[in-house]
């Protein structure tokens, strides 16, 4: 194993071992049965018909075949019943142990970086690679496993006929469980491959084109825009076709090697005779196949037809090959959000009391745009009001004290110089409200209890109140535990960030940051909040970006932030 | 075939006419040739299969009885199934590249009809969500058209096939035969109503967790920032658990339809083995002494046996497909029903034109907008002038935006009249008219690429000297110079770390290189914190001069320097003389 965390197929079957173990043998039963029970009523029926012809029927054991074929029956049912709860049951479970993987590897993320990937297209990307790869032991690596055991069953049986029959049987497993698939999969797998690249490129066109949908159509020119998109789609149409082509060519050339299998079969174990023996069922026949002495004709008849059953099993091998190199897309994909533990973690700091920053300048990774560096200060009791024009970087500067955005020069916290950028253990001396902060779509209950997890429900009530939401929750049918839509859309901007503000007061950290608190809020509301802040939710610390003055501005030191 | 019947009647009698599964089938009615095709391989295929069956019947009684079979036999047997492989190849060809073409055209017709709907697209969904549907939610179509609808019929046929063939062998297997199938149906039916329903509500909850992941994931930096990581994965880590323990006995109901059709498979195939191997002995109770069939005639049967049940299994194993798709379909018709706006209703009677309107360039008499019932805009009746600047505000939803969506050309079936100097605007050309147009929405509109690929989106290339001309006006130079890249940065759709302010900016430039003579702004400064508000404001008071410029922007934003100030509402429009009238002085920002 190179690194701990890296994801392969090889992986996911042992992900849970002795989950997985039940489905294997469940299937494993189920698909011999299968392939028994044709075998057996084949040898069976033939076996009387012979003892019939023979004279000897009374003497004949049918009640043991019989026996057997229902028992086979049975089992073959059960054992599909059973493969197909159990392993339903593995699957969900593989599903979880991956979400999980893929919500650690996105944890140990800087957090500068994560911005870009929670964008929701390519979550949703992730979603479904990740519904992709979970079915692979299902689909490609059981029928696979059935498929050899169908094989090395029938092989045992011909054994026992003619061992000489191990060579086109040899040859025909290979061909099946080996050489088609992969050489389908290799055929299919650079389209499969390019038609995800287009997949991608294709939605990503789509957003873009669609965003500015109605400047292009009023400049004439969304034709030509629509005409790519629809050259990608065209491209898509081939790369599917292509895969389609390997699917179908792969499992013709399964039949025929089945076909060529039979032929070799009777071929090994029979001689030409020309000379003609009357049947009723041929008469003018000069082609007779004389089968050799020691071949039983009752147990060759009983290989055919579990051949027959086989090649039921093999067919579907070609196509769940191909589905594999969307598995390993999706794999590659997924592994390129994996991340190294992080590294060390940071010393644990003491509570909060002074926080210096030399020559600080925060910036995005991107653009290098952000602020012109500053001194900045700040002792317990502090408020500070950032000030500037648009474009100076305020809210730059505010995510980066925040530990959120890179920033070069020194901080120190309480009189040591430290690191603060993506450093959980400074994060949690502060609270930081973004310009659009982000509701989950949970109760607001649950919202608030990010902030303090044992809230109570009047403490919940209180801090509501504090942020002047209280008259509209309680306005709500199911007051707090009323459920809020995805990403708050069914708040206004205004109630949104009120509710973000109420969560970070409930976490009473000594250091609160807001960015641009006061936007869209009337001045009732604007004092009504300052007033919880300079009284029952009073912070140690406060840094405040705004454009508007507050109640709070009277006693803030202003720091002006050059252009 | 009263067996063939039950099997059709079944198929049609799920075949409730939803409207999703009218919308499938409508869809299936495109390629219906090729699908004539199909059933025309599915014919070839039944018929090899009888006939595998019937060659190898022979070869294997010969072969048991006199140690030698005929090839001519082996031959045909071998032939058969070669028939079989290449009838199924054409079959798959021919159903899979008919799945291609319902899709590739279904997509083509959805992109023309958002792309006409214009910025009514949004109201279904965001374009985000619209992408999933156009590329994701219509490939989830691909089972249903390549596999399962091939499959109804193969359904109906293949045992149909097989009991004629029956017939003349067997009547004791043709009634196993005749009372299986019907049996098969009727449990098919009754545990796969309640499989059906578990499978949904399994889908939904599914679905549910996907949810979840998606929203903690998406509110990841902010669990970071609270400290909370730990919560949300236990969170995650539970309710995967919980559900994969309820859900286990709603699986065991739905995977009851398959063993239902496994056991039935089976024990029939068993019971026709026993039947004509003691038939074979001589000794069936009802019959002792004597055989009711050959061993041909059984080992006919034995072959037929597992073949009469196999279409009804895979059917099973597609059921989902249906299910998929009709989910699939449900947003699919969503977007298709979305009315485009109906071609104009009738020709707008010149007799009341007023004589204002040859002055006017842009006029509107009794202008009005409804919508399935919905009033989108009161009738409202005024002038812009060549060069008259106006601003309009009103509350949201009254019909502000809706105005714009007029005049922009997305939107036909208005009432009322509506003039672009002096001409009705239903007998404009509109690409003509739309060419003198400048669009600033609330969120500029980007492309993927550069910024100056943006700013150039849609126009003959100007000289450098204009660009940087406007670049000037609109002052974005400063700020584009301090770019490492310059004009040559790519703007992400997440920006690349330009304020708003900046990207409305762009924006104007944008409208600058455009050389349009009308500027249509709605709340371009929505987004924007007060003082960046109005240095946008600023700027587009001085680039606008002798443009035709209307404005939307709420009275917390006001425009000043507007000529005029129309003020929408539920009963129509009040106009006020220049840009500061009383309502703008006392506005207080809310």
Known sequence: MKKPTTLSLAKLLLANPWGFIVPVMTGVVSSVAGVALLGVSGWFISAAGLATALGTALAFNYLTPGAIVRGLAILRTAGRYGEQVTAHNHLLGLLRTLRLWVWDQRVAKPIADLHQQSRGDLLQRLVSDLDQIIRWPLVVFLPWLYALLGYIGVSIFAYFIDPVLLWPLTIAALCHLVILPYVCGRFASHAVHVGQILGVHRRSRFVSLFSALITLTIRGHWQDYAARLEQLDCRQKRMEWQIQQAISLGRLLGYLVTIGLFASLFFLLGDLQADTFQTSAFQNDSMNWQLKEHVSGTWLVGLVLALLAVNELVLPLVQSFVAQGQSQVGLRRLNQIQQDAPSVSAP???????????????YHLESGLGNQPIHLELSAGDTLWLRGASGTGKSTLLASIAGDCLATGKAYVNQEECKIYDNPNFQAQLSYLPQSPYVFQQSIAANLMLGKADASDTEMWAVLEAVALADWAKGLENGLSTLLSS??????????????????????APLLLLDEPFDGLDKATIERICQALEHDYQPDMLILVSHIDSPLSGKAKVIELPN | MAGSKAVSNASKSKRIKTPEAGFLAELALQQSTQYRLAQGFGVLFAIALVLQAWAFANVFSDMVLQQAFSLSFLFLALFALLLRALANFGRERVCASASRHIRYGLRHKLIKHLTQLGPARLRIEEDAALSTRVYEQVDALDDYFSRYKPQVFMVTLIPSVILLAVVPVSWIAFLIFMLTAPLVIVFMIFVGHKAAQANRRQFNVLAMLSNQFMDLSQGLAELKRLGRTQAARDRLSHSAKAYQKTTMSVLLLAFLSTATLELFASLSIAMIALYLGLGLLEILPWQVGSAPVTLTQAMFLLLLAPEFYLPLRQLGNDYHAKQKAEAAATDLMSILDTPLSAQKALATTESHMPSSVQLAYLSFYELAWQDTGRQRLAPITGNILQGERVWLSGESG?????????????????????????????????????NKLAWLPQTPEWVNGSIRRNLLLGITEPSESNIQKALQDSQCADFIAALPNGLDTALTELGSGLSGGQMQRLSIARALLSKADVWLLDEPCSGLDTDTANAVLNTLETVSRGKTLLIVSHDTHPIHWADKHWSLNKEGLDENKGGLDEKANYAIPR
């Not at chain 1, 644990?348 to 925060?362: F, P, T, V």
């Not at chain 2, 105005?403 to 509109?430: C, D, P, R």
């Open chain 1, 348 to 362: 644990a700091l003491g509570k909060l009391n002074r926080l210096s920053l030399q020559d600080w300048r925060g």
């Open chain 1, 487 to 508: 990403q708050g859309r069914d708040l206004s901007g205004g109630q949104r960030k009120r509710l973000a503000l109420a969560r970070l007061l409930l976490r009473r």
């Open chain 2, 398 to 434: 009254v019909g502000k935006s809706s105005l714009l969506h007029l005049l922009l050309g997305f939107e036909e079936n208005y009432q009322g009249q509506l003039y672009i100097k002096g001409k009705a605007f239903s007998t404009l050309n509109l690409r003509d008219w739309r």
